[in-house]
């Protein structure tokens, strides 16, 4: 296998672990749902703490831990990126409507498919835009149900916590990049500060409420290792390494999926407005991912030798 090929590999290999994070995603709202009243911030410092203890705990059995210790400066960037998205997103649906807060929280995988033309090598064309935006139309429709937002100014600092909560993460994801030698085992440093970060914002802001069954700790359990633990971990990989594109566009998936999951499982019916979501986001996927989809692996190959612009 030429040089070429083996990192058209590695390219794709990095996008698709990193697209199984929105799968992972998608469980937020029925792993939430399960986990009964307890307040988002205790939530966020319980499922956050888990995973960064038990990833640290691997990290030392498996001899890694070395590669966990980072600057001030990149724990710094990965807390703050953990926590500020989180940190805003509840602030946004405390203060707006939840149906407007999470339609504007959800034009982060657009601003990560434009911000990713500023990063070296990466080049945005007209069908990577084109996708993001069919799958920010699914999204929307989905979120709203078809019946569009009512904004209303009253609302505007819910709404401008949402466009916080939706720059933070496509900043952090974006900005990963640049940290490409930054190992990914950094992540669990991350995770244990964004812990304490929510931990202090918990005790500042709300009332403490427990799981009060196991049912509700097992549903704490399976965010902290799949939506709120191994997906940020996954996701490092694939901004990092993979089509940064792409892992932005195929990022709408996740509310599709977890509307279907919330279905699946009785919380929901299936509709034509779900329906049609589905159709955009898959379009969308599909127009933005067209490169690695259909090109031919001389093509591809061929594509990877002109000079970026």
């Given at each position: 296998?030429?040089?070429?090929?083996?990192?058209?590999?590695?390219?794709?290999?990095a996008t698709l672990i990193g697209l199984t994070?929105?799968?992972?995603?998608?469980t937020l709202g029925l792993f939430g749902a399960a986990s009964g009243k307890v307040p988002p911030f205790l939530?966020?410092?319980l499922c956050f703490g888990l995973s960064g203890i038990a990833a640290t705990l691997w990290l030392g059995l498996t001899g890694r831990l070395a590669r966990m210790r980072q600057p001030v400066g990149v724990l710094a960037f990965g807390t703050l990126g953990l926590f500020g998205f989180h940190f805003f997103y509840f602030t946004a649906i405390r203060n707006a409507p939840p149906v407007d807060a999470n339609?504007?929280?959800?034009t982060w995988p657009l601003l990560i498919v434009v911000f990713s033309a500023l990063l070296p090598g990466e080049r945005l064309k007209a069908h990577h835009v084109l996708g993001t935006l069919l799958g920010?139309?699914?999204?929307?429709?989905?979120?709203?149900?078809?019946?569009?937002?009512?904004?209303?100014?009253?609302?505007?600092?819910?709404?401008?916590?949402?466009?916080?909560?939706?720059l933070f993460w496509s900043s952090y994801s974006v900005l990963s990049r640049r940290l490409g030698k930054v190992p990914t085992e950094a992540v669990a440093g991350f995770c244990l500060g964004t812990s304490v970060l929510s931990l202090a914002a918990h005790l500042a802001f709300e009332t403490t409420v427990w799981?009060?069954?196991p049912s509700e700790w097992g549903a704490v359990l399976a965010l902290a290792a799949f939506p709120v633990g191994l997906a940020f971990f996954v996701w490092d990989i694939g901004v990092k390494h993979g089509d940064i594109?792409?892992?932005?566009?195929g990022a709408y998936a996740a509310p599709v999926l977890s509307t279907l999951l919330l279905i699946a499982f009785g919380f929901g019916a299936f509709t034509m407005v779900v329906a049609l979501a589905c159709g955009l986001v898959t379009l969308g996927a599909v127009v933005a991912a067209?490169?690695?989809?259909?090109?031919?692996?001389?093509?591809?190959?061929?594509?990877?030798?002109?000079p970026s612009a």
């Open positions: 296998m030429s040089e070429l090929s083996l990192a058209a590999s590695r390219r794709l290999r994070a929105v799968l992972m995603w998608s939530l966020n410092a339609l504007i929280n959800y920010l139309a699914g999204a929307a429709l989905l979120v709203t149900g078809g019946k569009g937002l009512t904004l209303d100014p009253a609302h505007a600092p819910g709404y401008l916590a949402a466009c916080a909560s939706a799981p009060a069954s594109q792409v892992l932005g566009a067209k490169d690695m989809i259909f090109r031919t692996p001389t093509k591809r190959r061929l594509a990877e030798t002109e």
